[in-house]
């Protein structure tokens, strides 16, 4: 069974720091890896997806990085802002059972103006 | 362009009523929806997998006659929770994957949050 694990479970920063999410996967048989942001109360927004086949994927201030060998990607967010405040959540879809995703805990982000 | 709606965004009721939570794909066609629920500060459970025009396939642990899923087109489908209770307080939240769609991304309803008095 796919478990996926975020480190640290919380994370205050002030603003300007460049920050590392960490996430971690068991099962390497994955099809891709996205990560997502969710603000309280709200849904889910994608940020970046890194197929099984990519490095790393990157959008303004992010960079997502890959090494699915490893079981492992990291979401780099430079330049932090207290807009990025939000809990950051790690998924990967399985090559297999119906391509469920499955998540991780999440990284609560404060950024401190 | 990829939105997806849910509604109502909040609902409280008493216990023993069904509430009926609907998500639409706005500007495309989605083959397959998802329904996760969340507690306060825990992840993202899947609760079943939807495919147009077909039975919902359950998780594990997940009462397929208590949520009752249905998908009847390409853009909508609706989750009843029946005859619910305070333990099925919880904010749901939908998905959909992109017909057609190589990289198989999802994309995600803004949720609804649940509250059974």
């Known amino acids: 069974k796919q478990e996926v694990t975020q480190i640290p479970a919380a994370l205050s920063v002030p603003e300007g720091e460049n920050l590392v999410l960490n996430c971690s996967f068991t099962?390497?048989?994955?099809?891709?890896l996205q990560w997502f942001r969710q603000d309280p109360g709200k849904g889910l927004t994608s940020l970046l997806l890194i197929q099984s086949s990519q490095r790393e994927q990157t959008s303004g201030r992010l960079n997502a990085s890959l090494d699915k060998s490893s079981g492992r990607s990291t979401l780099y967010i430079a330049a932090s802002q207290p807009g990025d405040s939000a809990t950051y959540l790690c998924a990967v879809r399985e090559e297999t059972s119906g391509s469920r995703l499955t998540f991780g805990e999440g990284t609560q982000l404060t950024v401190n103006p | 362009g990829a939105v997806v709606s849910q509604h109502p965004s909040w609902v409280i009721c008493k216990s023993g009523t069904s509430v009926k939570i609907e998500c639409r794909s706005l500007d495309f066609q989605a083959t397959t929806m998802f329904w996760y629920r969340q507690f306060p500060k825990q992840s993202l459970m899947l609760m079943a997998t939807?495919?147009?025009?077909?039975?919902?396939?359950?998780e594990q642990g997940v009462e397929k006659d208590k949520f009752l899923i249905n998908h009847a087109s390409l853009t909508l489908s609706t989750l009843t929770v029946t005859s619910a209770h305070p333990e099925d307080s919880s904010f749901y939240i939908c998905s959909a994957r992109v017909h057609g769609n190589r990289a198989n991304e999802q994309f995600f309803g803004p949720g609804t949050r649940l509250t059974v008095l």
């Open positions: 099962d390497s048989a994955i099809y891709n």
């Open positions: 939807s495919n147009e025009g077909s039975k919902a396939t359950y």
